[in-house]
């Protein structure tokens, strides 16, 4: 067995695991939690409130700054430079030729091209796994099927990154984002959108963002301070009414 062949057979047996323990009350729990995390929306939220707060400002620049940066290393250059086809496309040719209106409606032929070309070689090059991986594994439809790259997971980065932002500066909110952003985490294998090793990596470099995150809100904090001094000492003061 090479390494291929270790990497998918965990993330295989995951979700054969999540499978078995898939019902309607959990279902639902998992799709409303995958759903908060769509385009970040939720955590740019928080950012925004947490900014306009002076006990948690730093917290909110931190977060954002992390979302920024996830959006830059992580959609842009590790998605692309992995490329990675979604579990239910790695072996499942027949499948993809059947969505590709999806990929043109998208925009996306061109990654649709690659996607055949990519799964016509794993199924040639692992056959025997590719058969076990199709009699094992089946796409539930939770959601719907995506057309980006998988590695890493976006959900769990921009939730990692956000939380442990936080986390940095106030555990009282950053204890309950965090175990958020683990659920978000789970969710995305729980629908089957994410390999488990996608939301490893995604948790890893979403810890990493968050760093990022604070380091230069470390380095940049202090001058931001004197410029909303110098706006304050700009504005008029308003004169006290004589009693």
Not at 54 to 72: C, D, E, H, P, Q
Not at 170 to 178: A, Q
Request: glycine fraction near 6%; charged fraction near 20%.
């Amino acid at each position: 067995m090479d390494f291929f062949d270790a990497f998918l057979n965990f993330d295989l047996s995951v979700f054969a695991w999540v499978q078995s323990i898939q019902n309607s009350i959990l279902t639902a729990i998992m799709v409303t939690i995958t759903t908060l995390g769509d385009e970040g929306i939720i955590f740019i939220a928080l950012g925004l409130i947490l900014l306009c707060t002076k006990k948690y400002r730093k917290a909110g620049f931190a977060v954002l700054i992390s979302l920024l940066v996830m959006t830059l290393l992580n959609n842009v250059v590790l998605k692309d430079l992995f490329a990675r086809v979604r579990p239910f496309y790695i072996f499942d040719l027949e499948g993809l030729m059947a969505d590709k209106d999806v990929f043109l409606e998208a925009g996306k032929g061109a990654r649709f091209d690659y996607f055949v070309e990519k799964v016509t070689a794993l199924i040639e090059k692992y056959p025997e796994f590719a058969a076990k991986w199709i009699d094992t594994y089946e796409f539930p439809n939770f959601v719907d099927k995506l057309t980006s790259y998988s590695f890493p997971s976006g959900h769990t980065s921009s939730a990692f990154a956000a939380a442990i932002a936080v986390l940095w500066y106030d555990r009282k909110i950053g204890i309950p984002t965090t175990i958020l952003a683990a659920l978000m985490g789970f969710s995305r294998i729980y629908v089957e959108v994410h390999y488990c090793t996608d939301v490893i990596a995604g948790t890893v470099v979403g810890i990493i963002y968050a760093l990022i995150g604070v380091l230069i809100v470390k380095l940049v904090y202090p001058f931001v301070e004197k410029g909303i001094e110098w706006v304050k000492a700009k504005l008029p003061k308003k004169e006290k009414k004589a009693a």
